[in-house]
């Protein structure tokens, strides 16, 4: 399995033959090479998309068009980008499974918010915000999507058992490191631990070194942009 940061909070995951990129918000984002979007989409089968703000949501319309790959996301959003969009989508929601074959992804509770620019007219409804379980060639990993601390957690944790973590733990929008770091240690036993929603504005957290030191015995990675993390 190669787990591969795209910025922010974009991931390429490549295993049991296929390449799942969740949130690819390439365009635009300022830590993703624009010369490089060739390599972060190559061979890409599916996308899964956490919540409506363009920073997730990013370039999962175009990529799908590009590689006719379909979406996959909270059932309103979908709904919509499948008649406004005339791309293929799978709307699911929280509890729901999607099965992949080698791979099931599971969508979970976060606590956050989600919309769609509009312009002047305000934002637009983009569904529920959203987490993942992704089960994989026997690890299963826990995308938190946006979201602050939830005792939701704990129900999360005994149910899927996650050895990996990757969390939203930049600060400002969602958790910050110290709270991501009581997460994973109030909630979970992650054998690895993959910060992101960092880095990317000077707003946010620029460095992961609290949440290393608030978890001593885990593997936290700090990733970087499109080098694989194998697992």
């Known amino acids: 399995m190669k787990i591969i940061w795209l910025g922010h909070s974009g991931f390429r995951i490549e295993t049991g033959g296929l390449v799942i990129l969740f949130d690819p918000w390439l365009t635009g984002n300022p830590m993703f090479p624009p010369q490089r979007r060739a390599d972060a989409i190559r061979g890409a089968t599916h996308i899964f998309v956490t ?56 969508m979970l509770n976060a606590t956050h918010s989600s919309s769609l620019g509009n312009g002047r007219n305000g934002p637009i409804y983009g569904g529920h915000e959203s987490g993942f379980m992704i089960a994989a060639e026997g690890h299963v990993i826990y995308m938190s999507g946006d979201t602050d601390v939830m005792a939701d957690m704990g129900v999360f944790n005994d149910l899927h058992h996650p050895d ?27 054998k690895t631990v993959i910060p992101c929603h960092y880095r990317t504005f000077p707003l946010l957290a620029q460095s992961a070194k609290e949440l290393t030191e608030a978890l001593p015995g885990v593997d936290v990675i700090e990733p970087e942009v499109l080098e694989a993390i194998e697992i």
């Open 164 to 190: 990996i973590g990757i969390l939203a733990s930049g600060g400002f929008f969602t958790m910050d490191m110290r709270r991501a770091a009581y997460a994973a240690r109030t909630f979970f036993d992650f």
């Open 51 to 106: 919540h409506g703000h363009s920073d997730h949501t990013g370039d999962a319309v175009a990529i799908s068009k590009e590689l006719g790959i379909p979406v996959h996301g909270i059932y309103d959003l979908m709904t919509w980008w499948g008649e406004s969009e005339q791309i293929e989508v799978v709307g699911f929601n929280k509890g729901g499974t999607i099965d992949l074959g080698p791979v099931q992804v599971t």
